[in-house]
C-alpha cells in the first residue's frame, strides 16, 4: 500500500512460519455460540470466520508481517499503473478448485459481479467503485476504477474468487449448511448444524509450495466445536477437549489457570506482543435513536462509568482503558498534538474536533476509583440537566414529560452481562434505569445488523493500514444501510474527508497524518463509552501444539502452527 514490499521476488516464506513445520494431526478450537451457515459472503444468517480463508482463496495473499502488503497466491501477475487507475491480474494456470477444475477469469468476473450485486455491504460498498471489469484472456482480467482511490487494487487482490458452475444464484443469498466450492486447502468433511465444523486438509490442493503457504496449513484435520457460552467452553479446554485457546478474560486469565495440567506443563501460557493497534472495545451509543441522539447525554452516560473500579474489582488490573481507535500504533492521535498536516486537512471542518482532542491532551474520564466518586457524579447530572433530564424522586426524567430515561443494552454473553450489570449499578446513582437483555448469539448478530438496540458492546479491530473498511465502519453512506459496522449511526462529513484522505496518501507519512485526523474526529463524535484492551495476546495451549518462535506483525496466526510427536 505504502512503500516497498518487504520479501523480494523470488522469496521462499514468510519470516513468521516455520517453512520446515511437519504437516499432519488434528487442530481442535472452541467458538462460543452458534451458526446457522456455511456461507459467510452474505447478509442473512451467521456463519463461522474460519470457511472464508481455509476454503475460498483470493487472487493475492496479504503478508502478516507488514502494514499492507500482498503477494500471488491465485494470481502470478498484476499490473497497474502510477496512479493506479486500473488493476490487472494473470491467473496462475496450476490453480484449481477443489473438484480439479481450472480456475479462469471468467470465475473471477462471475464472484466479482455476483459480490457487488448480492454479497455482504462491504463487497457492494468497494465494488461498487470498479467502473468497468473485462476478461482479456482466458486467465487474465483488468479492473478500471470510477474513482480514485490507492487501496482498490489491493482490495480486488483480496476479492474471494467462486466457482461459476458450482454457484446457484438463484439461492445464492439463502443461509446454506453447504460451504462454497473454493480452491484453498481444505474443504468440509462433516457439519453438525450449530454444532461442530471438520475441515480436512486436500492432499491435491494445488497451491500447497507457494511461498505464502509454506509453512502454513499443517493440520490435516480442523476441527470447529461450538459452545453454549465461555464457562462451558473453558471447562471444555481443561479437559483437553479443544488445543488452543485465546484468553479474553483477565479474570479467568489470572486465577483460572490454575490447574494441575498448568503446573505439570501440558498446558502452556503465553503472553504475546503483536505489533497491530489494539482492538477498540467500547458500549456503542445508536444515535439513530432519540435517546442518544444529543452528544450531552452520551457524554454524561460515559462519565458515569468507573474505570478503576470496574478494571481492579472485575478485572484484576489486568486492562488498560481504550482512547484511540487505533492504540498502541503511530496511527494514534491519543497524547499527541496534532501537526501543521493534520490541521490543514481538519481547515474545513472547526467544529468537528474538540480543543483537548486537537492539542492530544484529551483523555477518557476517569473516577477516583471508589464506586462512588461524586465529581464525576455531579458532572453527568449537569449534562443530564442541559439536555433536558433531570432528577424527579430518585428517578432521571425528561423535564418536559416527566417520562423516565430508561436505555436498553443488548449483551450477547454472560462476561458482557456482567460488565453491564456493573455498569447499571453505577448508572443507578444518577437515576438511570438502564435496562440489559441477554439474547442468544443468532439473535444477537440479527439485531446487531439492523440496528435495533439503543446501546450494544462492540470491538472494532483495526490493522497498521486501515482503508476502505474505514468508510464500512464509520462512513456516512454505511449509517442507513443494514449489515455495516457503523453501529452508532455516524454520519460526519469530517470523517467522510478523513476517510478519503488517507486512501489517497500516497506516502506513509502522510497517511499516518491522515488517520491520526481521522482518529481525532472519531474521539470528538463521542458515540461510544471506549472500554479496554488486553496489553498482550494471552494464549493457552496443550503443549502437542506449537507455534513458529518468530511473532507476525499481525500476532501468533493458527494457520502458521503445527502439532509435535511428544
Known sequence: MHGRPLYPPGFSHYRSVNPDAPKGGQLVQGAVGAFDSLNPFIVRGTAPPFVRWNIVESLMAR?????????????????????????????DPAARFSDGSQVTADDVLFSFELLRARGRPNHRTYYGKVANAVVTGPLAIRFEFAVVDRELPLILALMPVLARHAVDEARFEETSFTAPLGSGPYEVADVKPGDTVVMKRRPDYWGRDLPVNR????FDVLRYDFYRDVNSQFEAFKRELYDIRFETDPGRWKTGYDIPAVRQGRIIREEVEDGKPKPYSALVFNMRREVFADVRVRQAMTELFDFPWANENLYYGLYRRNGSFYDGSELSARGRPAEAQERDLLAPFPDAVLPEVMDGTWEPPTSDGSGRDRQRLRRALDLFRAAGWELQGGTLAASKTGKPFAPELIVGTKDQER?????????????????????????????????????????????????????????SAAADMPGTRNFMGLKSPAADAMIEALLAARERQDFVFAVRALDRVLISARFSLPLF???TQWIARWRQIQRPKEVALAGTLAESWWQSEL
Open 533 to 535: 484492551y488486553t496489553p
Open 419 to 475: 460488565l453491564a450489570l456493573a455498569y447499571q449499578a453505577m448508572l443507578k446513582r444518577a437515576g438511570v434505569t438502564l435496562s440489559i437483555r441477554l439474547v442468544d448469539n443468532v439473535q444477537f448478530e440479527a439485531r446487531k445488523q439492523n440496528y435495533e438496540y439503543d446501546m450494544v458492546p462492540y470491538i472494532w479491530d483495526q490493522s497498521l493500514s486501515p482503508g476502505n473498511e474505514q468508510a464500512f465502519y464509520f462512513g
Open 63 to 91: 503478508s502478516p508481517d507488514e502494514a499492507f502488503t500482498c503477494y500471488g497466491l491465485l494470481a502470478r501477475g498484476v499490473r497497474t499503473d502510477a496512479a493506479r487507475s486500473f488493476v490487472a491480474f494473470e491467473i
Open 215 to 218: 509453512g502454513n496449513y499443517n
